[in-house]
């Protein structure tokens, strides 16, 4: 039995990898999230960080595979490209797949092939702003040279704009560079190409439509066949097979992109060598009849494709549309159930219909370039953008809980972490236990809040741990098992803030997060300093020793206990 690598294992990496053991293979994954859907699916699963090419190569010799691929993850094609040389594998190669997801290399090579594209500038930091703008007409279009996903994309009207989104471009990139591209207005199209013995194939090329007023990256409707026609078609299939071509791709899926201007010309926006995601794979299968995943999984393992599988059996019209909130028409709020696709799936025309809302997920307007921060618990990331917020109850489990009940109606996921050593409540009594349950029930993580050196992680905790009133000599080290959250990745001075004592310490973070001013930040919020009135520490203690009071005295007599 033949075993494939899936490098990431995210969402649109599960299919595929259940698709290959539908086929037969012997399906090895690997991703940094322990969560992510496709590790289940996985005959192996490791949870490393796709991004360590040496922790990866690891992985590959000690399973022992036959081939290497990844789906919808741009970030990951350098990785498969270095695993399948080093391992002496089918694959693009390293030099190619730096051409494909480094946008400045890929820009110079379609400028040396004379192909059409917007004219371009490399930004490495302010100084380079000058020369970027006299080379590159407003309004234009500002993004990492070396970074997928659509992360960091922003439409350029003008000077201030480029000065205030520049050093989240920068941020996003490896490498530290960012590219200005003049924005080319008119049709935007996806190509699906099919390289094999490097001779490209176009498979399919497909309208793709953005919401009005909304930011760039994000496209949800997709429309087979293009609204161009005639020569500009003719042009348009021409451009994006020798764009394929000109990058060196030898056998291999090809994602480039192309817009077709109200002029009649076309120009190249980017290529990807990957099966791309937004149910792309799904239009190719229903419109033309090519499945990508079977056409990957043999090129990956060197097996032949035929043009029975690498070319269109059929040509039909179809359409893929995105149902979101506003500007879609779905409502914002928190999903507490969802129904059967049933019906949907029996209308007229529909061949396909999915869901990717899971219960307790909050629906929100669709994502604009300004929304830079997003909340993560720990074990994901760090990345640009991501929110580490995190509770240590020191005093009252009742804080915790309205904290809790708070952000969970804002869809707002945090980490609690509680104390099996605390000297204010019992985490072992009925309420300790009924506070656990809760928390779970509102979609928190639940880690260890240990006073030094106890460390006892049983079944009710993630594995989190945060140390209580932390010295220096020991604050940082290691935690077998266990995230330790004033450890790296997750700790680092400058991208932490703490409440403690009700003073935040290095600054109030509010104005730097409504600036977009930290890549990424690790709070640590008390939930009773804010739960319980007082302008000071002092204030607020009180505050909370009289409701605690209340409470008590409401045991007692709940108790028996008679207080005349």
């Known amino acids: 039995m033949k075993t494939v690598l899936f490098v990431g294992a995210g969402r649109h990496q599960r299919r595929a990898i259940e698709q290959a053991r539908a086929r037969g293979l012997r399906v090895a994954a690997v991703d940094r999230n322990a969560d992510a859907p496709g590790l289940a699916c996985a005959d192996t699963a490791k949870v490393v960080d796709f991004l360590d090419v040496s922790a990866v190569l690891e992985v590959a010799r000690n399973i022992g595979i036959d081939g290497v691929l990844t789906v919808s993850a741009d970030r990951a094609v350098p990785v498969v490209a270095a695993v399948a040389e080093d391992l002496g594998l089918p694959g693009i190669g390293t030099a190619t797949a730096h051409r494909l997801t480094h946008k400045l290399a890929m820009r110079r090579a379609l400028a040396a092939a004379e192909l059409p594209q917007p004219p371009y500038a490399r930004l490495g930091s302010f100084a380079d702003m000058e020369d970027a703008l006299e080379e590159v007409r407003l309004p234009a279009v500002l993004k990492p040279v070396d970074s997928g996903g659509q992360r960091a994309v922003f439409r350029i009207e003008n000077r201030a704009e480029l000065e205030r989104d520049l050093t989240d471009a920068i941020a996003e990139s490896p490498t530290g560079e960012a590219i200005l591209e003049e924005f080319v207005d008119g049709i935007e199209m996806n190509g699906i190409v099919v390289a094999r013995d490097r001779e490209p194939t176009l498979v399919s090329l497909s309208d793709r439509l953005r919401p009005p007023g909304i930011g760039f990256g994000v496209g949800w409707i997709h429309v087979y066949p293009p609204s161009v026609n ?218 260890l809040h240990a006073v030094y050196p106890n460390v006892e992680l049983d079944e009710r905790f993630d594995r989190v741990v945060s140390w209580h009133n932390p010295q220096s000599e020991y604050m940082s080290k ?54 319980y009135e007082g302008a000071t520490m002092g204030l607020t203690m009180r505050s909370m020793l009289n409701a605690e009071k209340v409470r008590r005295l409401e045991q007692l007599a709940d108790d028996g206990i008679h207080l005349d």
Not at 286 to 300: F, I, K, N, Y
Not at 496 to 522: A, I, K, M, T
């Open 478 to 531: 290691t935690i077998a098992g266990a995230v330790n959250t004033y450890a790296e990745p997750y700790f680092s001075p400058q991208n932490y803030r703490s409440d403690s004592n009700q003073h935040w310490r290095s600054g109030c973070p509010h104005e730097e997060l409504r600036g977009g001013g930290f890549p990424w930040l690790q709070i640590l919020v008390h939930p009773e300093i804010w739960v």
């Open 230 to 447: 005639g020569e500009q078609l003719r042009l348009s299939e021409e451009v994006a097979v020798e764009s394929v071509r000109t990058l060196g791709l030898r056998d291999a899926i090809a994602f480039p992109q192309l817009i077709a201007s109200p002029n009649g010309r076309v120009a190249v926006v980017e290529v990807a060598a990957r099966i791309p995601g937004g149910q792309m794979a799904d239009l190719v299968r229903h419109a033309v009849g090519v499945d990508l995943v079977e056409v990957a999984l043999r090129q990956a393992l060197g097996e032949d494709v035929p043009d029975d599988v690498a070319l269109p059996r059929f040509r039909q019209p179809l359409a893929i549309r995105f149902f979101t909130a506003e500007p879609g028409s779905l409502p914002t709020g928190i999903v507490t159930r969802i129904g059967s696709l049933d019906a949907v799936l029996a209308s007229e025309g529909v061949v396909q219909a999915d869901t990717y809302l899971q219960l307790g997920e909050t629906i929100r307007p669709v994502r604009r370039d300004g929304d830079r921060y997003r909340f993560r618990t720990f074990g994901e990331g760090p990345e640009r953008g991501d929110i580490f917020l995190r509770h240590d109850i020191d005093l009252s489990l009742d804080a915790a809980l309205t904290m809790a009940e708070l952000e969970a109606t804002y869809g707002v996921r945090t980490t609690y972490l509680l104390m099996t050593e605390s000297l204010f409540y019992n985490l072992a009594s009925s309420e300790g236990v009924e506070a656990i349950a809760r928390l779970r029930v509102l979609g928190h993580a639940v880690g």
